[in-house]
């Protein structure tokens, strides 16, 4: 009987000891990819404790995003990338800020999947760890008045969504000769932040937090919900936004520019910089047309 209970000791002890070595064998990977479940302190909206209202909006709608026609490079007669800026507080920009389901969130809930990455430039070279991305918590010092000493915690940094007021689109303008017509296809989207001085508060400028691959995420954005603050009729995917352009923006650069015109001393210079990369493309397909 004493033999038979230290046979069922001796296991406990080799479980417990397998166990410690399973959970230190963790690859940093999937440390990031659990760091990712804390970090930002998304809108408590979208987590309701209690149902606030007649019924429960939904963030998740199973869509499938329409495959796009492939483009043969045979077929390019004219191809043009431009860049540009989606200001959330044009009117018709509303979802892109909207209280419930913003962009921003979306991106970073899409973020957490394995195969989604989150990039430094708009060249998708190199790529920026998860965990600096999503885990945006902090450490704070506290006085402890039990022990009589001082503490360090964790701090939940929330998302402010009205922080993110602008965001930038990397796309391509092509001329299918094949089809006759010309196609627009969104390359990279990346969101916008405001900046501000920790010391003065003072508003310093722009920041690009990162930027996404867009083709990659497409069919992850066609089963998030938009809506529109002033029109609950406005169930549309992100995806079908995009693909669709049902959004305002502004030209800042093309491909024959380094810089942003966006960023010069003269508004009026760059808006007509802008103006006249958007009367290219128009020429360009109105003079297929004249004999």
Not at 18 to 27: H, R, W
Not at 92 to 113: Q, R, S, T, Y
Not at 168 to 197: F, N, Q, T
Not at 205 to 234: K, T
């Amino acid at each position: 009987m004493a033999n038979g209970y230290l046979i069922i000791l001796l296991i406990t002890f080799i479980c417990a000891d397998a166990c410690k070595l399973s959970a230190q064998s963790v690859d940093k990977d999937e440390e990031e990819l659990f760091a990712c479940q804390s970090g930002f302190v998304f809108n408590e909206k979208l987590v309701p404790t209690i149902s606030d209202g007649a019924y429960e909006k939904q963030r998740y709608a199973p869509r499938k995003a329409l495959v796009l026609p492939k483009i043969r490079e045979a077929d390019v007669l004219m191809s043009k990338r431009l860049w540009r800026l989606v200001d959330t507080k044009d009117l018709l920009n509303a979802p892109f800020n909207c209280e419930f389901n913003p962009l921003i969130e979306v991106l970073m809930d899409i973020g957490k999947n394995d195969s989604a990455y989150f990039y430094t430039t708009d060249e998708f070279y190199d790529t920026i760890p998860k965990l600096e991305i999503l885990d945006h918590s902090s450490e704070a010092t506290i006085f402890d008045y039990d022990d009589n000493s001082f503490k360090t915690i964790k701090v939940e940094n929330e998302l402010d969504v009205q922080s993110f007021d602008k965001f930038k689109l990397k796309e391509d303008w092509i001329y299918d000769a094949r089809h006759s017509r010309m196609i627009c296809r969104i390359i990279g989207i990346a969101p916008v932040k405001k900046v501000y001085d920790p010391e003065t508060g003072m508003f310093r400028g722009y920041q690009v937090l990162f930027w996404m691959h867009y083709p990659s995420i497409r069919e992850d954005l066609a089963n998030y919900i938009a809506y529109h603050p002033n029109n609950e009729r406005f169930k549309y995917s992100w995806q079908q936004i995009l693909d669709g352009r049902w959004f305002q923006s502004t030209v800042i650069k093309d491909q024959a520019h380094k810089k942003e015109w966006h960023t010069l001393s003269d508004p009026e210079k760059a808006k007509a910089m802008s103006d006249k990369a958007l009367h290219k493309l128009s020429e360009f397909e109105y003079n297929l047309w004249v004999h």
